[in-house]
């Protein structure tokens, strides 16, 4: 099992903290959904588990491994599938795989190519130079290239942003047949209905912590007793202190609440105490509706 | 509409610095050395090279021809132990030597079997700064016949003919040289010059590769691999020294046979040090290839890159006499120019096609560069691993 316990990261001159007490895990073979809105920490922390920033505080093991031990012994059982078109423009598709292929191992590199080419479905391209592929051909050797190590896990940063539907469809049955394998996958999105979709955990960060994270079902069910309002009168403070008999506050304007109380009671209790209630929304919700719920309508950087 | 194109332009244009700064900084430092670097080329600079005199016939005349020459050329330098050496490396522009018994042979009307003066001067010298030299010596051995002549002979005393003031006859100028080069022509000096400019043009073609790996998402997927910053970096090195050994290759055999099909001379290589030559260039590509990671690692985007390489490459190249010959340069020009890495290679590709260098003599410019490459790998390094976390 991939876990994160604990990491806390600031990039340097920042005046907080990119990723703060985030802890999370993924089994082999599971798909976890992670999102959060621009900015939130989700690059930065995939950044941690691909080995391109160091870890400041607390602690990522691989079946008990750190990551530092797993990258000294086998640096290639994480791999990445960036959100850019990370190979080789001028080289074929065949010559990317192979130089990919290659620094990781030269063993069995022919058939692993092989493989990685049929499982893309690129062979018939093979032979092409990358930048003349399609934009849905470039996201199958974005993601094929991910796959060459044999990695335990995978890490798929939006790995569909433009491409057509039926490469969409592809690539999403792709990442399936890869976690049937026994991959274990982080896959981050902003197209909620994929994550919906795929995932069987889902973890939703903003301003670099972890704000809502569980199975599907669960975080919906979450959705059906989260009470969604805004108010104009009350310092966050004083909501706190007013609406903690009545569950738990997410965030200022997020309450979930408890099961014996009632929406009503909530927001009675707010305006006696001189709040003015503008909006207020409570019911089931759809994964991205408990998404826009949890991190707020406000635009973000 | 075209209004607010023209002021996006500007905005654009504002919020570029390094783009900006490239755009007027550069040329502004490019003109300034210019302008210092050619401030004496229209006049006379024989007078700036050192030379000595190697006097074995210690008269009279030898003493009164060597005070004349130095009226126009400066004192001479005491003679070194190994002036051949000194010539030979460039260290010492030229010597004049006064055979024993030249100032009779001079006072005399018969011509001499052999020149009594000899200037010679360093194999690697401008062909005009040496045809000047033979000039000036030989003007200045009919000057010292004539005053000798003067001095020792009553009016119509003495029988002169045309061939008693032939200056060929009484002074001549060589070069001390052990290439078997027959002459030394612009051809000798412009392939190395242009040869060691193109071998630095690397700077802007790695630079632009790294940024395109960063940018593509390439480096990190590398990085996640396991591949380290240094292992990243040395990678580029071996293919651009062989990039850089098919430009030497290519601009030698341009020299050897295209340039003599055009009309020019040809460049010869009769006497090099092979292995010699070899040193130097691998010297150089190691020193350009380094230098160039080190910008990759400076640069933030192909913009920059593709800017800043060419200019700083003009810039070593003007200072460092690939674009203007040092010695046309003011003394603190040429002091200037030793600055530059271009000069060093310059002066080790001088040394091995013009001054008969071999791996011993071309010691200062390789340790030179190499320290050059070793620093600016380590810089790179850092820099990487600054930027990586």
């Known amino acids: ?301 | 509409m075209l209004l607010a194109l023209i002021r996006k332009e500007f905005l654009a244009l504002s919020r570029d610095l390094h783009g900006l700064a490239a755009l007027f900084i550069l040329p502004v430092i490019f003109i300034i050395l210019m302008s210092l670097a050619l401030k004496d080329v229209y006049s006379p600079h024989v007078a700036q090279l050192q030379w000595s005199v190697l006097d074995e016939d210690n008269s009279d005349a030898s003493q009164l021809l060597i005070a004349e020459w130095g009226k126009n050329s400066g004192s001479p330098i005491a003679l070194p132990d190994n002036w051949e050496k000194a010539v030979r490396e460039g260290k010492l522009s030229y010597v004049i030597r006064i055979s024993a018994g030249a100032g009779e042979a001079l006072g005399k009307t018969e011509s001499p079997d052999r020149p009594p003066l000899l200037l010679i001067a360093e194999p690697a010298m401008d062909i005009g700064v040496f045809s000047a030299l033979n000039a000036s010596i030989q003007a200045a051995a009919i000057r010292a016949r004539l005053g000798l002549f003067i001095q020792m002979a009553a009016p119509g005393a003495t029988t002169v003919t045309a061939a008693t003031f032939n200056g060929e006859l009484l002074a001549k100028a060589e070069r001390l040289s052990l290439i078997k080069a027959s002459t030394i022509t612009s051809v000798q000096h412009n392939v190395p010059a242009w040869l060691v400019f193109g071998m630095f043009f690397v700077v802007t073609t790695i630079a632009g590769l790294l940024v395109e790996e960063r940018s593509t998402g390439c480096l990190n997927r590398l990085l996640s691999l396991g591949a380290s910053p240094l292992t990243i970096l040395l990678a580029k090195v071996i293919p651009f020294l062989f990039i850089n050994c098919l430009q030497s290759v290519l601009m030698l055999a341009v020299g050897i046979y295209i340039i003599p099909l055009l009309g020019g001379d040809a460049l010869s290589l009769q006497g090099v040090d092979y292995l010699a030559l070899a040193a130097i260039l691998v010297c150089i590509s190691l020193a350009a290839i380094s230098l160039a990671l080190l910008v990759a690692t400076l640069v933030k985007s192909q913009a920059q890159a593709s800017t800043i390489g060419p200019m700083m490459n003009i810039l070593m190249a003007a200072i460092g006499g690939i674009m203007v010959p040092t010695f046309v340069m003011p003394a603190s020009m040429q002091q200037l120019s030793h600055l530059s890495p271009m000069n060093w290679a310059l002066e080790g590709l001088l040394d091995v096609l013009l001054r008969g260098g071999d791996l011993y003599s071309l010691g200062s410019e390789m340790i030179k560069l190499l320290a050059l490459a070793v620093i600016c790998i380590c810089l790179a390094y850092l820099l990487f691993r600054f930027k990586k976390s």
């Open chain 1, 1 to 301: 099992m991939l876990s994160l316990n604990n990491i806390y990261y600031r990039y340097p001159k920042a005046a907080q903290d990119a990723l703060a007490d985030v802890s999370l895990a993924v089994n082999p073979g599971e798909i976890l959904g992670l999102l959060g809105p621009n900015g939130a920490g989700k690059t930065t922390l995939i950044a941690h588990l691909a080995n391109l920033l160091p870890l400041q505080k607390g602690q990522i093991s691989i079946n008990g491994l750190s990551l530092q031990q797993l990258r000294r012994k086998s640096p290639a059982s994480i791999a990445i599938a960036p959100q850019e078109y990370a190979f080789y423009p001028s080289l074929s598709v065949r010559e990317n795989l192979h130089c990919f292929g290659a620094i990781h191992s030269r063993r069995d590199l022919a058939a692993r190519i092989d493989r990685a080419l049929v499982f893309s479905q690129l062979q018939h391209v093979s032979q092409q130079q990358a930048q003349t592929l399609s934009g849905g051909l470039k996201r199958r050797l974005n993601l094929a290239i991910a796959t060459l190590s044999n990695p335990d896990y995978i890490l798929l940063d939006e790995p569909t942003v433009g491409v057509d539907p039926q490469s969409r469809a592809f690539l999403l049955d792709a990442v399936k047949d890869l976690a049937a394998t026994g991959v274990g996958i982080i896959y981050t999105s902003h197209y909620m209905e994929e994550v919906e979709a795929l995932a069987q955990r889902i973890v939703i960060i903003d301003h670099g912590k972890v704000i809502a994270q569980g199975n599907l079902q669960t975080l919906l069910a979450q959705g059906n007793a989260l009470l969604s309002f805004e108010q104009i009168g009350l310092s966050p403070e004083t909501v706190g202190q007013l609406l903690a008999p009545f569950g738990q506050l997410q965030t200022p304007q997020n309450l979930l609440l408890n099961s014996q109380n009632t929406p009503s009671q909530a927001l009675s209790a707010l305006e006696q105490a001189g709040a003015r209630i503008s909006h207020a929304e409570f019911g089931r919700f759809n994964l991205e509706q408990l998404f826009m719920k949890l991190t707020q309508r406000s635009l973000r950087d």
